[in-house]
């Protein structure tokens, strides 16, 4: 029972996760993993589900740029669950009874392995279908060539193909701190991060740098605030290189994405490091 308490605790995590970041990754996701071409989208009150238990992940009436005019439906699936063909028949049932238009309907498995869900039914003259896609088959740079910090985080839970996944895990935190604002944003994704990351057994050294990484920019923070933004940045950015380069994980090229220095700055500052 306390294993499954946990693990539930665990799905609840990463439900949460997706759900603080969906709204900002989503115009993205239906362009670039759904293939559609939204040139309208507007939200449906998720009450439909008066029935059911469960809020719909997302509930949009969209109109794409051939005109046509249908609801999508999209839910985000960690675990398989056996009864998923059923609730997404309720629903298409539901939807197309309240708004009488088609119905597009996705399920995103984001969890481990490849799903085991059915993603049809048929009986007698009856038969529903919805697109199962599983995000571990998808070229991981499909998401990451976006500039939201939040779409770019669900790469980590996408396919790394033959990449090596510590140069892919690099390269994915790299890219969320070039587009992430605020130090404590980058933090929130770097965390967020480390939480997807379980989802795919990365090793303990992935999760090492990724940890290393967001202390560092908390220690950053600091001397910010201790020393004053002006005259303390150049010192913040010169201890962020050392504290990088002393971890023996990241090249020089890396270490300047990273602190958004130039290549000249790390070499400099790499001379003087002993």
């Known amino acids: 029972m306390a294993k499954e308490r946990s693990g539930s605790k665990q799905v609840n995590q990463y439900d949460k996760i997706l759900r ?9 996701l239906i362009k670039d993993l759904l293939c559609i071409d939204a040139v ?12 059911k238990e469960r809020k719909p992940d997302v ?26 063909i059923f609730r997404m028949a309720e629903y ?52 990451l060539r976006s500039d939201k910090p939040e779409e770019k985080i669900m790469a980590i839970l996408a396919g790394f193909g033959k990449e090596n996944p510590t140069v892919v895990a690099k390269d994915i935190i790299t890219q969320i701190i070039q587009t ?11 965390q967020q991060l480390r ?9 303990s050294q992935i999760i090492k740098i990724m940890d290393s990484v967001a202390g560092l920019i908390s220690e950053e923070r600091d001397i910010l605030y201790q020393r004053g933004a002006i005259k303390g940045e150049e010192k913040a950015k010169t201890e962020f290189v050392k ?12 270490i300047a994405a990273l602190v958004n220095v130039s290549k000249a700055f790390v070499e400099k500052i790499k001379g003087t490091v002993h």
């Open 20 to 28: 603080e970041n969906l709204e900002a990754a989503l115009p993205g």
């Open 40 to 51: 309208s989208a507007e939200e449906i009150p998720d009450d439909v589900q008066h029935t």
């Open 59 to 84: 509930l949009k009436k969209i109109t794409d740029n051939k005109g046509d005019t249908f609801t999508l439906h999209v839910e985000f699936q960690v675990s398989n669950e056996p009864n998923m």
């Open 92 to 143: 298409w049932v539901m939807l197309y009874r309240r708004y009488h238009l088609p119905v597009k309907q996705y399920v995103i498995y984001v969890g481990k392995g490849v799903p085991k869900m059915a993603d049809h039914i048929r009986s007698g003259r009856i038969y529903f279908h919805y697109a199962l896609i599983a995000l571990s088959t998808v070229d991981y740079h499909l998401l």
């Open 180 to 190: 992430t604002a605020g130090d404590l944003d980058k933090q929130r994704f770097l």
């Open 195 to 203: 939480i997807l990351g379980q989802l795919r057994n990365l090793d």
């Open 243 to 254: 504290n990088l380069m002393k971890t023996g994980k990241f090249t020089d090229k890396e």
